[in-house]
């Protein structure tokens, strides 16, 4: 069983490889076709004159063509260099893995608050359906989704931060006046757990609380929705009724026999949700100055810096790749009759 | 109540152990550390890295020392920096030939290093000289001081410094006070020198060579970064360390969060918060606000004059006369500013000092005539571009220019471009109007010239080409006699009030939002804050 997952996890990231490699080409291109010269961007000093512009061109390696630039570019890829960031004067590589601890702490957090709100809500309205709860539901996923996370997360800071000065100040993963964790993960909550320092945990969990909720509120309905749903086609189908007519008891024809079974394509939606929620988070993090990929790539663009914004592509694209199949292994579980093939 | 000696025992213990335990248990109190907030990042240590922000500058002034350092001084009731005044920073002194061509530069004979080595003549010989050599953006800045080779720099012995200039410039001592031209510890930095860099730029980026007034403490890239002060600091003006012993640097991207974040009083000290927020903040009195017109820059609306019918005078004319100042300086800025329009003197400016306000009135039908006499009486049809990052305040300029020019019969049509595609326009000359914003570092009416009217490059914003202005900013550069210098200055504002290039419209005002205990803020040159000046009351 564990040898034919691993056969078929390896099948499906090696067939994966010309789809990145597509997406590394793609974002290449793009980004040069882009109007924007970033040599005049960064060269733009003072007193910056042609000269230091046509020398910085050619210190990036711009005043070569197009496929000459892409070659390299691959190469280096392929050695695990993904150039340097002028907007921070860091390796890629580095600021990325500083940074992307951060967006998966937060996403991962939303993505845990959203899915223990919106499963029971998606059950509640599925189990009445047109009533008060139903359209009570139906009314907040609504809100979630047509208010922007900027606004719901100024907001939320105007709230909790401002008014009642319940929230730490919404600046970063932790108070800047308190010490970080030591580095072993990159994820604050996991580093503070594993040194069992329990104060900052909480220092950085409370920092943490506030975007995570601006984002699990946008991320609300699609879940919710899909879960009444397919929560709704199940309890239709003969199996309940045949429970039902058993005598079992309520809670365990609705967790054990219908949500189990209705959870397939709530998993689908989760995959999907939380590769959009890494990549879309990006006004959350600027609200929130939170330092992850996604505010770094979107500085990047702003600036015509290339190499970031190729990296973040490409990243995104792994993820997404290693996403889906996470999600095929969770079909095997939570079905056996499902095996994707 | 009786009061035993008991009770205040264990009242004075209790608020010892209080007190040893503050808030966030960290060595300095809190009034001891100012915590700094900017929407912008600092990208790198070394300041003369292409692509360093502003806000690495700003860093760079407090980290480094430059041989010298431009004084300050009040108008109205805020500190702005002097360029008139030089005074030594890690120089003691200096002394000038009588035909201003060697400049003798003494140095503080007790300065040290961050690591604690003394500063010795041949630091300050690599510095120029790697200011001067190196690929960076500082030989440019330094060639505009006649500061373009090692040659220049000799060393006379352990603590003086001799500097030979081919012709008295004027502004050779002034760019010795500019960002780029930081001191560092050339022991240190050689260690990190490699074959392919030989001045170290690589490890500077990260990494500091300085013995400035503060010690970097940590550095996370884009997010935040500590100082700490150097206890054994000997460059300020009264020889007194500055106030604040920790300087927390943040990078909070949100302009309300960085409000709401001083309203509370857990940030010290802003100076990019968004315009419209001030005036409520100003009237709210809970925290402090301090305007001052940027006196070294300008925002303009600019024709490329090389691009007909641009390239006539007349029709320039008519633009300026057309354009509605008074309601653009409302709309776009508050009135937050100093405005650089609506002078009443005709041909001859009253000084030489530039900007100035020019002669620029709103006055139609002096526009329409114009462009009569231009032969486009019906009008024509043209573009006004600004970038994405300053629509703020270009997206209510432009509204109004459209607005205003149709009434004479030009029709405009307005174009938003994105920031770097914007710049790369700019450089190439392919706008044929616009408005921008410039800031010089070192103002002077001559190198205003030089950097913005003359030669075919990226600041000459209007690619403007005039002889007469091309000849006196050259001359003037090295006129030694006062009196002539100024005669030329005035003559080129003449010349440059007559052909409007480009049009002046104001000197935005650059606000400072702080702690009300927060005192002694000083607008500077690079337009950031300066922590050495600053204290808590």
């Known amino acids: 069983m564990l040898a034919a997952i691993a056969q078929r996890v390896a099948r499906r990231l090696i067939s994966s490889i010309p789809a990145l490699l597509g997406v590394v080409v793609i974002t290449f291109v793009l980004m040069r076709v882009l109007p924007g010269d970033p040599a005049v961007f960064f060269a733009s000093g003072p007193s910056a004159g042609k000269q230091e512009i046509e020398d910085l061109r ?77 359209h009570a539901v139906r009314m907040l996923c609504t809100l979630g989704v047509c208010v922007p996370t900027f606004v719901s997360g100024l907001l939320l800071i105007y709230m909790f931060y401002y008014v009642l000065g319940w929230a730490p100040d919404p600046t970063a993963r932790i108070d800047i006046f308190a010490s970080t964790p030591p580095d072993i993960t990159g994820f604050y909550l996991i580093d503070f757990a594993l040194v069992g320092d329990w104060n900052g945990w909480w220092a950085a969990a409370s920092q943490l609380l506030l975007p995570a909720f601006t984002m699990a509120l946008f991320v609300l309905a699609p879940l919710a929705r899909m879960t009444r749903a397919s929560m709704l086609a199940v309890l239709g189908s003969d199996f309940i009724r045949t429970a039902r007519s058993l005598g079992l008891k309520q809670h365990r024809i609705i967790i054990a026999y219908a949500l189990r079974n209705a959870l397939l394509p709530v998993l689908t939606i989760t995959g999907i949700v939380f590769s959009t929620m890494l990549g879309a988070n990006v006004l959350v993090e600027k609200v929130f100055s939170w330092p992850g990929v996604a505010s770094y790539a979107l500085d990047a663009l702003l600036a015509s810096d290339y190499a970031p914004v190729q990296a973040f592509v490409l990243l995104m694209a792994s993820i997404f790749v290693m996403v889906n199949v996470a999600i095929d292994i969770l079909y095997g579980i939570i079905d056996p009759r499902v095996s994707i093939e | 109540m009786k009061i035993s000696r008991r009770t205040i025992l264990l009242g004075t213990t209790g608020t010892i152990a209080v007190s040893a335990f503050p808030r966030r248990g960290h060595s300095q109190t809190r009034a001891e550390t100012l915590r700094y907030v900017t929407g912008n990042t600092i990208n790198t240590l070394d300041t003369t890295m292409p692509g360093a922000t502003r806000e690495s500058f700003g860093l760079s002034m407090n980290v480094y020392d430059r041989l010298f350092s431009f004084g300050r001084k009040k108008l109205g009731d805020n500190w702005v920096f002097d360029a008139k005044t030089i005074r030594g920073e890690l120089a003691k002194g200096y002394t000038v030939s009588p035909d201003g061509l060697k400049i003798t530069i003494l140095l503080r004979p007790d300065a040290v290093w961050h690591d604690g080595s003394p500063v010795t003549a041949d630091d300050i010989k690599w510095s120029l000289d790697r200011a001067v050599s190196a690929k960076s953006l500082a030989p440019p800045q330094l060639s505009t001081g006649s500061l373009t080779s090692p040659d220049q720099f000799r060393i006379v012995d352990a603590h003086t410094v001799e500097v030979t200039l081919p012709q008295a410039d004027r502004l050779a001592l002034a760019n010795l006070c500019v960002p780029y031209a930081i001191m560092i510890n050339s022991k240190l930095a050689k260690a990190h020198a490699t074959a392919d860099d030989p001045w170290a730029q690589e490890w500077m980026k990260t990494n500091t060579a300085a013995s400035g007034a503060y010690i970097v403490e940590s550095y996370h890239a884009g997010e935040s970064l500590i100082l700490r002060r150097n206890e054994t600091w000997k460059g300020s003006a009264d020889g007194k360390l500055p106030d604040f012993k920790r300087i927390i640097i943040q990078t909070v991207p949100e302009a309300a969060t960085r409000a709401n974040l001083i309203e509370r009083g857990d940030a010290d000290l802003s100076i990019d918060l968004a315009a419209s927020d001030l005036p409520k903040m100003e009237k709210a009195a809970k925290v402090k606000v301090v305007s001052v017109p940027q006196t070294n820059g300008f925002t303009h609306i600019t024709v490329n004059t090389q691009m007909p019918p641009f390239d006539n005078p007349k029709v320039r004319q008519a633009i300026a006369a057309a354009l509605p100042y008074e309601d653009m300086f409302k709309a776009a800025l508050f009135g937050r500013g100093f405005r650089l329009y609506g002078a009443d003197w005709k041909e001859t400016p009253p000084d030489g ?90 103002p002077a009416t001559d190198y205003y010239f030089r950097l913005y009217f003359t030669r075919d490059q990226r600041w000459n914003f209007a690619s403007w080409k005039n002889t007469e202005i091309e000849q006196i900013s050259a001359a003037a550069r090295f006129e030694t006699n006062a009196a002539k210098y100024d005669a030329d200055c005035k003559k080129m504002i003449e010349v440059f009030a007559d052909q409007v290039p480009l049009v002046m419209l104001w000197q935005p005002n650059h606000d400072a939002v702080m702690a009300s205990t927060v005192d002694g803020y000083t607008y500077q040159f690079y337009r950031q804050a300066d922590f050495r000046d600053l204290k808590r009351t």
């Not at chain 2, 000092?353 to 709103?362: D, G």
């Not at chain 2, 300029?397 to 710049?423: H, S, T, W, Y």
């Open chain 1, 58 to 134: 050619h210190k990036m390696g711009l005043d070569q063509p197009v496929p000459i630039q892409l070659a390299h570019y691959l190469v280096d890829i392929a050695r695990g260099n993904l150039g340097n960031s002028l907007t921070t004067g860091q390796p890629v590589v580095q600021d990325m893995r500083r940074k992307l601890p951060a967006s998966l702490e937060l996403t991962f957090t939303a993505l845990t608050i959203a899915l223990l709100l919106s499963v029971p809500l998606g059950v509640l309205a599925a189990l009445r359906p047109g009533s008060l709860i139903d």
């Open chain 2, 353 to 442: 000092n530039f900007p100035q306000p020019m002669p620029l009135k709103t006055d139609f039908d002096r526009a329409a005539k114009l462009l009569a006499e231009a032969g486009l009486a019906k009008g024509f049809s043209t573009t006004f571009a600004f970038s994405a990052g300053q629509s703020a305040t270009a997206e209510p300029i432009a509204a109004l220019v459209k607005e205003a020019l149709g009434r004479i019969g030009i029709q405009v049509e307005i174009q938003k471009k994105p920031d770097a595609e914007f710049n790369t326009l700019e450089s190439d000359k392919k706008l044929p109007f616009y408005t921008d914003g410039a800031t010089a570092w070192l």
